[in-house]
Every structure is written in C-alpha cells, then in structure tokens.
C-alpha cells in the first residue's frame, strides 16, 4: 500500500485572489497526500481557505483568483499546467467528481433527475441514450433512491434524496476521486447520518478515494481515514484520523477538538478565544500562535511541517526537536 | 446596571407559576390557489403542550421540517395561532393587538440563526441597537446611549465605542450574534427565544455564544428557548429538552435523562445517528430510520414516527395519535404506546 | 464611515464621474446664477417680449459666430441725446433745440435697422421735429420732419420716400457712397451724425431722443424673432429644467419605492391593487395624455410636472422595485424588527426601502436627464409653460421660425447643446454610481 504512487500528490499548492483590499492569499503552501481507497478529510473553519483548496482541484476558481502555484499531481501526472480543454476532457469528472453542498443548486431544476445523472456519461464517456439510463439507474440503486424517481424533476424530492441524487452523479463515471464539499451540512441529522452510510458503503465496496472538506468535526470522523487540518490557509496537521481524533499534536487541534460540544461527556466545551487572523496581511511567524496557550519565543518564525509520528506531521515548534524528527 | 430588575415574572416564578403556558397549540399555513381557493393546510404545529418556568432554559430539538421554527414565531406572535392558548405571565396571548401585543413584543427577545441577516446592513450598530428603544419610547439620547452601551458590554463587546460605530459586516460572525443577543436584551424581556443561534458559526465560535446565553439566562434569570437541530449542542446549556417531530412534541425530559433514557424511538434515532468525534465511526454503519420525515400537509394516521418506526406495534401507532403525557418517571413526558 | 460616504469616495476612482460632476456643478452655477442675476418675475416679464428688447436686433446671430468668419459685422449702436449736448435757442414763443447723434461706423455690414426712439414731454402743443443724416465727408441728407408725441418710434430704415431717394433701403443708403441703385453696394466707414432740430412751443416741454443702429450680431447667444437676447432664456431653462428633472425624479422614484413597498409588505389585496394599478398605467401612453392635458386645461409647467408623476408612480419600476423588495421582505432582519415590535410603517420606510435605496441611485440620477429631455420634448410640440423661459421653448420658437431654413443654426445649437450637456453630465455620473452601488456590476 505504502509502496504504490499516491493517487493525489498536493504540493506547496499556493491560491490568491485579487479583492479590493489587497491579495488575499486563501491557500499557502498547502502539502497533501492521498492514496488510493482512502478518505481525507480537510477539516476547518469558515475562510480557512479549504473551500479554495477543493475549488483549486476542480479548476471552479472565480475570476478574481490567481492563477494557482505549486504542483498538483493526479497518478504522477501534473494537473496543473493542464490546457482547459485537456482538463474538462481527461479529469474533471472522469478523474475527479464534485459533491457540493447545495444540491438545490446543483441540479437543473427544468431537467429530469435521471437525465442529469446521465448526463456526464452522455459527455465523457460516449455512451448511448439507453446505457447511460442503465447506468443512472444503478448509480441510483447504489446511493439508495428508488429508480423510479429517475423521472422525476429535483423539486420533487426531499433534501436527502437530491444530495443522493448529486452524489449519483459523481458516481456514475466511476471516478478514481470524488470531492465531497460540505455534502451533508444543509441537511438534518438522520439524512446526514445516512448519507454518510452510503458513502462508507460506496468506499468500502468500490475503493474510490474522497477528499471531504468540512468544517464539522463530528462529521469528518464518520468517513476519514486521515485528516488534513487547516488555519488560516496553510494546513497545520495531518495525521490519520485515528491519531488525530485521539490525540491531536498540534495546539489548534486540541483546542478545536475541545471546543467540540459532545453528547457523552461530562467535561463541558471550551471556546477557542480571538479570531483568525487576516489573510491579506497574515502574521509573520506561526499564524495560531496568537492565540495559542503554548506560544513561545521560536513562534515568531514561521513553522514548517514538522513529522511526529507515522505519516503525521503538525506544523508547530513544540514538535521540533534539535536532533531531528521523533 | 445588570442586576436583573425585580419584576412581576420573577413573583410569580416565586409563587411556581410558569413564565409561558402553552397548551394545544396549533399554527397551520393555509395553502391557497390563485389566491384564494384554499386547497389544503400546512400542519407546522399540530397539538403542542409545555411549560418554560422563569430562570429555565429549555432546548426544542428536532430537524428541518418538524415545526419547531414555526413553534417559535407563533410565541413571537409573528405567526397567528390556529388553536390552543399561550399565556405568557398569565396573560393570553390570544387576540391580543395594538399597544398590548407591543409591550408583549418588547418582554420577548428573539435571537435567530443567521446573525449576518439579523441585522439591517444600511444600519450601523448604534443604530440597530437604537431601534427597539426607540419603538418602545425610550427617550433622549444620552439614556438610550447608556442602555446600548450597558447591552454591548454585557454580551462581552468591550469596550462598547470598539462597535458602537460599526456596520455589521465589519464584525464577524460571532461578533454579529453577539450584537443580536444584546438587542434581545435591551429591552429587558422576560423571555428569550433563540431560533438555532449557532448553527451557522464555525465551532470554535459556538462553545462561546452558548455560554453567553447561558450567562445572561442566569443572571437575568430569563426563560430561555433554545431551539436546535443538534443534539450534541444540548448537554451542557439547558435544562429540559423537548423533541419535535412531524409538527408534534413528542418527548421531553431533563436533559440528561433524555440523552441517558431516551424513550421515544425517534429520539433514539437522533441519537444513535450522531456522534462524538472517534476514528470508528468511519468503520461502522449507523442505524438510521428509513423512509422520510413526515409530510405536514398529509401528516401519516396515529403516531407520526410510525412509518419509520423499528417498533411500530401494527393496529395500535397507526391508528391512535399517542398522548403526550406518558411519564416513566415524573419529570420525563413521552407521546409513545410503547410506555403505555 | 457609512457606506454611503464609502461609496461616494469611490467616485474619485471615475474620471467620468468627475467629469459628469463637473458638468452638474457647472449646470447648477448657471442656474443660481440665472435666478439671482434675474429673479423670476423678471424673468417671466422679459420673456414676454416687448419694449424691454426694443434695443436689439432681430433674429441677430451670435458675436462668436461672426468672429469665427472673420467678418466685421455691425454691432448695435445706442447715441441718445442725453449723452451730447443739447443746444437751445430762444425766440419768440419758441424755442430751437439741436442735438448731434454721433454714429461711429466702423463696420464691414449695413445695419439691420434704424430707429429714432422719441420722447417728449408738453401740455398741449407737440414739438416738431426735423432730422437730418451727416455723412463723414459731410453731405447732408435730410430725412424726416414732423411732429412728435409723448413716445414714438421713428422708423428711419422704414421711410419709403428716403428709400426712393436714396435708391437704396434707408440702412444701406445712408451708410454707403455707392451710386443709387448699384447691385453691390460697400459701406463707407466713418463716424455719421444725426441732426436733430425740435421745435419747442411751450416753455417746460422736453425732448429726449434715442438713436438706435441695428446691428447683425448680438451677444453670446443672438437674438429671436421678437428682438429677445436667447442668453436669457438659455441661463433661466437652466433651473426650470434642473428643477424639472429633479422633482419628477425623485416625485417618481419615491413615491414608487414606497407604494411598491408598501404593497411588497402587506401582500394580499393591498398588492394585487397596486400591480393591476400598475398594469394599466404601463399601457396608458404619457405623451398623449400630457398633450391632452396641456391642450384642453393649462400647460402650466407644475401642472405638468404634476401629470408627470402622477403617472409615473405607477410605471414599470414598480414591478422592477417589487422583485428587489420580496426577497427582502423575508429578510431575517424584517422578522426581527417585528420581534421586537416595529409597526408596519417604520417597517417599510426605514427597513425596506433604504434596503435598495443605494442600487436605486444610480438609476435616479440617469432619470433625471430624461425628465428635462420630456419637459423639452413638450415645449417643442407646443405645450411649454407659456410664460417661463425654458430650452424647449427656444426650440419651439426656432421651430416655428423656420430657424434652421433661414440659417439662424445658433438658434438651434445652443438648446440643443445644453440638454445634451445635461444628460451626458447625468449619464455619466449615474453609470459610475451604477458600477460603485450595483454589487452586480462591481469589476473586483
């Protein structure tokens, strides 16, 4: 496993935009590493720039954004310096597939569900009118909607069944990596819970790998294998979810995991004073470090991602030994 | 200047009498063609009975859908009622208008999810917060200056000339809902209603407004409605909860006998459909109900969970509504056959 | 800082937002010039024409445009006898006065005209005049004689017999060397003087006289039919058409705002009115109603500028107003404001509409110019305010005059210039505001 070429290759994957006040830079240096059959899960808060990285991935950058830096490597092959059209025709969902968060909005509301289900195999893959509704309709069998809805309009059906509908689509070019973006957090507990079923059940019996950016704690849990956590546009851990949700190394983590409300325990949350700082002018040294309880002199230089442990790294001084990596 | 006043709920509180008593309640939403022609109804609150004591925070929970938002706007008397009484420090609400439904308005504060649309953006914060003085008659500048300064500073924006100035998108998102809960306050209510306050803040920014409602809900000693979504938001900040479904409530207890004991399968759903955060939960399925929320137009027969219910005992739940009053224990209240 | 002031800061960023300011300001200077150099009634008492403009030329074109030929057109000459002196001698039981007008004519054109403006005080007898022409080499030719009442126009340039005489119209006979009847007469320079000889027959009876030469051109802006300097009217369209616009915008984009949000908020019936109202006042034509109006009941400009927003209320931007306003209505703002007790007006006029107010500016602003171009339109088809001076009404007049045939094209330009001036000054702010408070339109 460990042996095999990573799947999805991020490196020093830098994003700005041009915005009335300056150049914001959303992603900064941003290293990430998926392999195949496995969920990540990039975990932040609102503007920490994982809305960017996943737009990035898909080339759905608005107008106002730079052309991104770095590399950005799909099987060893470099994704970046792709011509558009190349990109529309070889990756963008026979590669790569998006889940958004809004499926209102992302389906036609004029244009049968079925239809639009089909619709990327109409495109990418040639196939003819009668295969493609054949496989629409087990793409809706596997995400679980009943295939006779394939003939009805998406305003007919109910919030969860047109999030499965959305991931239908994804699914139906069997891509080698679907984007989740924030698939369940406009939905309700109990279609939120069984999405995430089916999105186990589809990574379990097909092997296809995820990248799910949430902001959500608890939701990240239910899928990843490993976790990327993000601050104020640079990743600040990554570990695998099993070390990461019992013992997070680097001081946002802990705090953020503290700051979680829990339904079984007795400790009650903790808040996490003061504010990201801005993105237009972030701060020279470690950007958590204003409001880390830990900081400490060397927190004014900036620091690199620093290994602590199997396939982890956190990017923060505490982890830094003079010797070398622990 | 936070010392709550001596008023005429806290007397009654002492006395044991509730803050708000609503029994029966029904809102229903006329669904109309062209207009006019009415061709059915919205069942958004379909037979609901409680109680919120003065100094008592108490948690609706339930998901999109369940009418808890429509319960809510029906006590801010934004929505009229179709049936049942609410009485609000003994008085009725029913029918009540002009000066009378005003000095109603100004005893119940109203905290709502989205803190940025909270706020009117064309106003600066002096401005908003001047607003509810204003309409309620609170005169001269320099009183109503204080009052806003007082409010600013008690929901933690100090100093209060750091916000005073600004415009709402000039604060983020936590600050905004801040602002919110100091214009619930202003008028020193009797009663909050917070309609999912912190759904839409990042996590960090949650545990904080949670606190400050739970603060000032003590020092105030307010009766606090906190309606969520998520379960896991509850724990540490009510009292008593109560879960929504299909426009009806169907279990309420302490809140930690509700998250130890649950006793309506629906609130068993619920729980076992969240989490806490564990690297498990990616290996396991978890068990969800089939099937769909209820439609309130044509809500099913007999108990409303029935069709997604594990344990729906065939003749008897889709027949016969359960009445609400099932109590395994005396504080704990289930509209379930199952304890009958 | 507000975002208003925020937004108004951004105009530096447009130079043709300032270009467009400078054109209002420079409009507005006019008009407050205009209406405190002549106050209204002046105004309105000038227009009327008459013997305020008996002075000047008809129809005379610009000074400008004849510097730009290179000509040396005439110009107006004035030689009354109370700046010379006047000679007196006495005889029995008459007196002899005598006054020399001199004329200095050093100009490459005949005059248009010549007039003797006379007036004479007496009881019961009327001095006799008699008048005689000076060419500089000193020939004298003798013109009119007669007796004079209290005020009277001596039209020397109409006298038929000096004209036989002279074989020339008097204007260009007296002012030329040429034989009588030559086809191309030339002006002789020089300085002129007119003679005038009263008698007097009783002792306390006055003479005063006035000479005047018409000249070709006339000030900045020439003259009309009715001897009127168009500066006049050109300086006072200035305010009426700024007052014009202004008023029936914002009388229109105001009252539509509120009754389209008046509608939005209180659904039902309220709005269901307020649309079909709206409907059928789409359909109903502006133009032949003000026609209507102005043709069988006043043509009043504030009656006018009454119809105009009496129907403009109603319009299209009702609709427009009325999609912004929905969504608006569901605002968690609006919930919250009625939480906590606002009645539906404070609801409406200070949550509603100052919600849209900054997208409806620029749309205001460029409303503006096509109010002033309506009132102009109306005045050209006839249904001007009969007694302001307006733009409109210069080019109604020049209309009917022919202007444009007869060459006169000055007549026509400098209206014609303004209005464009306006609605590009308007223009051109309104499309930078358009782009600062319309997120839409926002380049980041």
Known sequence: MMAAAPLLEIEDLGLSYATEQGTLRAVDGVDLRLHRNEALAVLGESGCGKSSLAKTLLRTLPRNAYPPTGQLRLDGRDVLGLPEERFRREVRWVRIALVMQAAMNALNPVVRVGEQVAEPLRIHHRASRRQARQRAAEAFEEVGIPTDFLRRYPHELSGGMRQRAVLAMALVTEPDLVLLDEPTSALDVLTQASIMNVLKRIKHERGVSFVFITHDVATASELADRVALMYAGQVVEAASARAFFSEPAHPYSRLLMASVPRLYQEQPPSSIPGRPPSLLDPPAGCRFAERCPWAFERCSEPPPMIPCGERRQARCWLHHSPGGAR | MTTPQPSASASRAARGEPVLCVEGLQTHFDLRQWGFVRVGSVRAVDGVDFTLDAGETVAVVGESGCGKSSLARTLLALHRPTDGAIRFDGTPLNGLSGSALKAYRGRVGYVQQDPYGALPPFMDIQRILAEPLIIHGVRGRAERARRIDAALEEVGLTPAADTRGKFPHQLSGGQQQRVVIARALLLRPAMIIADEPVSMLDASVRVEILELLRRVQREHHLALLYITHDLSTVRHYVDRAMVMYGGRIVEQAPVAELLARPGHPYTEALLSALGDPDADNAHRQREVPGGEPPSLIQPPSGCRFHPRCRHAMPGKCELEPPPPDFRPRPDHRIACWLHE | ?444
């Open chain 3, 1 to 444: 800082m507000t975002p208003w002031l925020q937004g108004l800061a951004r105009l530096r960023q447009y130079p043709s937002a300032l270009a467009g300011l400078g054109i209002i300001a420079l409009l507005v200077a006019m008009a407050v010039y205009a209406v405190t150099a002549i106050p209204y009634s002046e105004a309105r008492e000038l227009w009327r024409g008459g013997e305020a403009w008996q002075d000047l030329p008809t129809n005379a074109s610009p000074v400008w445009t004849d510097r730009l030929l290179g000509g040396n057109a005439p110009r107006t000459i004035r030689v009354a006898t109370d700046d010379v002196v006047m000679e007196q001698e006495r005889y029995e039981g008459v007196r002899l006065q005598r006054a020399v007008l001199p004329v200095d004519f050093p100009y490459g054109g005949f005059p248009q005209e010549i007039n003797l403006f006379v007036e004479s005080q007496f009881d019961e007898r009327q001095p006799f005049v008699r008048l005689t022409w000076r060419t500089p080499d000193g020939e004298s030719i003798p013109l009119d004689a007669r007796r004079v009442g209290e005020s009277e126009r001596i039209s020397i340039s109409q006298d038929r017999q000096l004209e036989s005489r002279l074989g020339f119209t008097p204007q260009v006979g007296l002012f030329t060397d040429a034989e009588p009847g030559a086809d191309d007469p030339q002006v002789r320079q020089g300085t002129y003087e007119l003679v005038i000889e009263a008698i007097q027959f009783e002792e306390t009876a006055t003479l005063d006289a006035n000479l005047v030469v018409y000249g070709q051109v006339h000030g900045l802006f020439g003259t009309d039919h009715k001897r009127r300097d168009l500066t006049v009217a050109l300086l006072w369209g200035t305010p009426v058409a700024l007052a014009f616009g202004l008023l029936a915008a914002v009388g229109t984009t105001l009252t539509t705002l509120i009754i389209a949000a008046t509608g939005v908020w209180f659904g039902g019936w309220v709005d269901a009115v307020i649309q079909r109202l709206t409907e059928i006042n789409i359909i109903l034509p502006l133009l032949p109603i003000l026609v209507m109006v102005g043709t069988l009941y006043s043509t009043s400009i504030w009656l006018m500028l009454g119809v105009v927003v009496v129907l403009g209320i109603f319009s299209a931007g009702i609709k427009m107003y009325r999609s912004m306003l929905l969504p608006i209505r569901e605002a968690p703002y609006i919930e919250a404001a009625r939480a906590y007790g606002a009645g539906n007006a404070r609801i409406i006029l200070r949550y509603l509409v100052p919600r849209i107010l900054p997208v409806l500016i620029p749309t205001f602003v460029t409303l503006i110019p096509t109010y002033v171009f309506l009132e102009a339109s109306l005045a050209v088809l006839g249904l001007g305010d009969p007694v302001l001076p307006t733009w409109g009404k210069i080019l109604n007049d020049a209309q009917a005059q022919s202007a444009l045939y007869h060459g006169f094209y000055y007549w026509v330009l400098a209206p014609a210039a303004l209005l464009m001036l306006t609605g590009l000054g308007f223009a051109m702010l309104g499309f930078a505001l358009d782009r600062i408070f319309n997120p839409r339109l926002r380049n980041v």
